[in-house]
């Protein structure tokens, strides 16, 4: 007994000692970090301890914590038997698998059509556009699909007017919402996500066109038999990546489309975890159960983000951004 | 033979017509967006809505929006969350890469427990929470404050810093230089570039940041310009009249329509001013390098 408390003391005097000299050294440098680390401990890890009014009747916040009600998993088994968690899981897995399915392949094409444009001109100025769409915010994307199709004055409804036909509702149309979210997940992504395309296409090495030129073959087949194998382990790691990320609808996107934090009109084919946190959260202020609906969604999540990444490590060379 | 190159000029053809179609469908909104702006009302009513012609041009919207309280306090506020928090943002976002460039001791503790947040988070609730017990709810500064270090700069800018050799330093620690002014007197100028990227990609994320507002501030007067015209949007989609939006009293005249979209103008109009410096910035290859691992 003495024996191992000895030893213990010893290991801890030594950590200390470490800790000491390390300070002695570098002291400024670790003084450089404080306020980031304060930020990191305020702003995120404090809320991680703050989860745990997902398994309390939550009144009382933090300190007085155990004051409150225990509760266990009551508040996961009723969000998992409650009729939202199918409709949300099944607009969750919809949403994004559609965009993960028709819109990824996008920006891998534009960014191989990018390559055929010889004129330098022309390709910078295509360029410039499609990358615009990704540093607007969704309120502003929204603004403008409102001033497109807006059933009063929209531009296309009043394009269909003077051609004789019916006006199209698609602001508020539940059988529209998952194809316009797509349609303008695509718009807005389209060209940000062809810059990798096209960064790994300038990466391979100029002699394998110059010995298939050699060999005869044509743009088409240096297209189809260099460029395409070349970016396709790109493409299958952002593809593995983006389905860890099943779960993470685009917030803002949704909220948005959905027509604002305040409408209703689409939650039938819209609601997806984040929407249902927010709403249950704070519109209603049911604390304790939207926290675990927002934990079950985390844990999930991760546990996909991590496998998802370890498959990419294996299989494709993926090296992470750790 | 020659039929193939016939194949190749068609379909060279076809690919300049499809990549001209998508930029048409990214140009067309915005022009039909900014000329219904410097539209009258009365004109876009009469054309029964966007005009794709020009009919006639005032600065009635445009003043109108200016002579609006809501949305010049709304355009303040974002103007003040996003040059101040751009400013704490690089500069603690910096502070925190520099050390961690360097081997330290907890280097690596401190650097996984900074990743970790990226993979995982407490949720909007304890969020809302916390920042409710410290008093941070219904200010400018909860929209700051969340956002104050991006563990993705933070990883970019310590990689960016690494590659910096520590020579360099070494003759101003001997000098008796303190950290503190060899970062922000050797090392900044050094990594110009990157802290450029980072502090423009900042200035956008701020500048777009309209949710956490929704979410922390209750008080609509202490909206920053993006959630108003959200609140805008969201009006007249529940009406679909326009008559709906803002305080209806002060605009008996006004430009309903053509209001919303020189709003609209209004916020996307200082993204387009910096976009040509931030194309310059990340064509340079600082954020590819970072997606590309």
Same mark, same amino acid.
């Given at each position: 007994?003495?024996?191992?408390?000895?030893?213990?003391?010893?290991?801890?005097?030594?950590?200390?000692?470490?800790?000491?000299?390390?300070?002695?050294?570098?002291?400024?440098?670790?003084?450089?970090?404080?306020?980031?680390?304060?930020?990191?401990?305020? &702003?995120?890890?404090?809320?991680? $301890? #703050?989860?745990? %009014?997902?398994?309390?009747?939550?009144?009382?916040?933090? *300190? !007085? =914590?155990?004051?409150?009600?225990?509760?266990?998993?009551?508040?996961?088994?009723?969000?998992?038997?409650?009729?939202?968690?199918?409709?949300?899981?099944?607009?969750?897995?919809?949403?994004?698998?559609?965009?993960?399915?028709?819109?990824?392949?996008?920006?891998?094409?534009?960014?191989?059509?990018?390559?055929?444009?010889?004129?330098?001109?022309?390709?910078?100025?295509?360029?410039?556009?499609?990358?615009?769409?990704?540093?607007?915010?969704?309120?502003?994307?929204?603004?403008?699909?409102?001033?497109?199709?807006?059933?009063?004055?929209?531009?296309?409804?009043?394009?269909?007017?003077?051609?004789?036909?019916?006006?199209?509702?698609?602001?508020?149309?539940?059988?529209?919402?998952?194809?316009?979210?797509?349609?303008?997940? &695509?718009?807005?992504?389209?060209? $940000? #996500?062809?810059? %990798?395309?096209?960064?790994?296409?300038?990466?391979?090495? *100029? !002699? =394998?066109?110059?010995?298939?030129?050699?060999?005869?073959?044509?743009?088409?087949?240096?297209?189809?038999?260099?460029?395409?194998?070349?970016?396709?382990?790109?493409?299958?790691?952002?593809?593995?990546?983006?389905?860890?990320?099943?779960?993470?609808?685009?917030?803002?996107?949704?909220?948005?489309?959905?027509?604002?934090?305040?409408?209703?009109?689409?939650?039938?084919?819209?609601?997806?975890?984040?929407?249902?946190?927010?709403?249950?959260?704070?519109?209603?202020?049911?604390?304790?159960?939207?926290?675990?609906?927002?934990?079950?969604?985390?844990?999930?999540?991760?546990?996909?983000?991590?496998?998802?990444?370890?498959?990419?490590?294996?299989?494709?060379?993926?090296?992470?951004?750790? | 033979?020659?039929?193939?190159?016939?194949?190749?000029?068609?379909?060279?053809?076809?690919?300049?017509?499809?990549?001209?179609?998508?930029?048409?469908?990214?140009?067309?909104?915005?022009?039909?967006?900014?000329?219904?702006?410097?539209?009258?009302?009365?004109?876009?009513?009469?054309?029964?809505?966007?005009?794709?012609?020009?009919?006639?041009?005032?600065?009635?919207?445009?003043?109108?929006?200016?002579?609006?309280?809501?949305?010049?306090?709304?355009?303040?506020?974002?103007?003040?969350?996003?040059?101040?928090?751009?400013?704490?943002?690089?500069?603690?976002?910096?502070?925190?890469?520099?050390?961690?460039?360097?081997?330290?001791?907890?280097?690596?503790?401190?650097?996984?427990?900074?990743?970790?947040?990226?993979?995982?988070?407490?949720?909007?609730?304890?969020?809302?929470?916390?920042?409710?017990?410290?008093?941070?709810?219904?200010?400018?500064?909860?929209?700051?404050?969340?956002?104050?270090?991006?563990?993705?700069?933070?990883?970019?800018?310590?990689?960016?810093?690494?590659?910096?050799?520590?020579?360099?330093?070494?003759?101003?620690?001997?000098?008796?230089?303190?950290?503190?002014?060899?970062?922000?007197?050797?090392?900044?100028?050094?990594?110009?570039?990157?802290?450029?990227?980072?502090?423009?990609?900042?200035?956008?994320?701020?500048?777009?940041?309209?949710?956490?507002?929704?979410?922390?501030?209750?008080?609509?007067?202490?909206?920053?310009?993006?959630?108003?015209?959200?609140?805008?949007?969201?009006?007249?989609?529940?009406?679909?009249?326009?008559?709906?939006?803002?305080?209806?009293?002060?605009?008996?005249?006004?430009?309903?329509?053509?209001?919303?979209?020189?709003?609209?103008?209004?916020?996307?109009?200082?993204?387009?001013?910096?976009?040509?410096?931030?194309?310059?910035?990340?064509?340079?290859?600082?954020?590819?390098?970072?997606?590309?691992?």
């Amino acid at each position: 007994m003495k024996k191992t408390s000895g030893y213990c003391a010893a290991v801890n005097k030594n950590r200390q000692n470490k800790f000491i000299k390390e300070m002695k050294k570098h002291g400024s440098l670790y003084l450089l970090m404080v306020p980031g680390i304060l930020y990191f401990i305020i &702003i995120r890890y404090l809320p991680m $301890w #703050g989860i745990s %009014i997902a398994f309390f009747d939550y009144k009382v916040w933090l *300190t !007085n =914590l155990f004051d409150n009600q225990w509760l266990g998993l009551e508040n996961f088994r009723s969000f998992i038997q409650s009729p939202s968690f199918t409709r949300i899981l099944r607009n969750t897995l919809g949403i994004t698998g559609l965009k993960l399915l028709i819109g990824s392949p996008f920006p891998l094409i534009l960014a191989l059509m990018l390559n055929e444009i010889t004129q330098k001109a022309t390709k910078r100025v295509i360029q410039t556009i499609t990358y615009l769409p990704h540093f607007l915010s969704w309120v502003i994307i929204y603004g403008l699909f409102f001033a497109m199709f807006n059933q009063t004055y929209g531009a296309v409804n009043n394009i269909l007017v003077h051609l004789g036909l019916d006006k199209i509702d698609i602001l508020t149309n539940k059988s529209f919402f998952w194809q316009t979210l797509l349609a303008s997940h &695509i718009w807005k992504n389209i060209g $940000w #996500g062809s810059i %990798i395309y096209l960064a790994s296409i300038n990466s391979i090495p *100029t !002699n =394998l066109y110059e010995s298939a030129s050699i060999d005869g073959a044509n743009r088409w087949q240096k297209t189809c038999h260099i460029t395409i194998p070349s970016v396709l382990p790109v493409f299958a790691i952002l593809f593995i990546l983006a389905l860890g990320r099943i779960l993470n609808e685009d917030f803002q996107q949704v909220l948005m489309f959905m027509g604002g934090p305040d409408a209703v009109y689409m939650t039938d084919v819209g609601e997806v975890f984040e929407t249902y946190v927010f709403r249950v959260g704070l519109v209603e202020a049911r604390y304790s159960y939207a926290t675990a609906v927002g934990i079950f969604k985390s844990i999930v999540g991760l546990i996909l983000v991590i496998n998802a990444n370890r498959i990419a490590k294996k299989y494709f060379n993926y090296r992470g951004a750790w | 033979m020659i039929t193939n190159q016939r194949k190749l000029r068609v379909s060279y053809i076809i690919i300049n017509m499809l990549l001209i179609l998508l930029a048409v469908t990214i140009v067309v909104p915005f022009y039909m967006v900014i000329l219904s702006s410097f539209t009258k009302e009365t004109d876009l009513v009469k054309h029964g809505g966007m005009l794709f012609i020009p009919q006639s041009i005032t600065l009635e919207a445009y003043k109108t929006v200016f002579n609006e309280n809501r949305i010049i306090t709304a355009f303040k506020n974002s103007l003040f969350i996003t040059l101040t928090g751009t400013f704490f943002h690089v500069l603690i976002t910096s502070m925190l890469a520099y050390p961690l460039s360097k081997k330290l001791r907890y280097g690596k503790v401190i650097g996984f427990l900074i990743y970790f947040t990226m993979l995982f988070n407490g949720g909007l609730i304890p969020t809302f929470l916390l920042l409710k017990r410290i008093n941070l709810l219904n200010t400018l500064w909860v929209i700051i404050v969340v956002g104050l270090v991006s563990p993705y700069h933070m990883i970019l800018l310590r990689n960016f810093f690494a590659e910096i050799p520590g020579e360099i330093e070494e003759s101003a620690l001997i000098d008796g230089a303190g950290r503190f002014k060899i970062l922000f007197k050797m090392i900044f100028p050094l990594s110009l570039p990157a802290i450029a990227t980072i502090g423009l990609f900042t200035m956008v994320f701020y500048w777009n940041n309209w949710l956490n507002a929704v979410f922390f501030i209750p008080d609509k007067s202490k909206w920053p310009l993006p959630t108003i015209l959200m609140l805008m949007l969201q009006n007249s989609l529940r009406t679909q009249t326009p008559e709906d939006i803002v305080s209806i009293e002060d605009m008996a005249s006004v430009p309903a329509e053509s209001l919303k979209y020189a709003t609209l103008m209004v916020t996307t109009v200082p993204i387009m001013l910096v976009y040509p410096f931030l194309q310059k910035y990340f064509a340079k290859g600082i954020i590819i390098g970072a997606v590309k691992g």
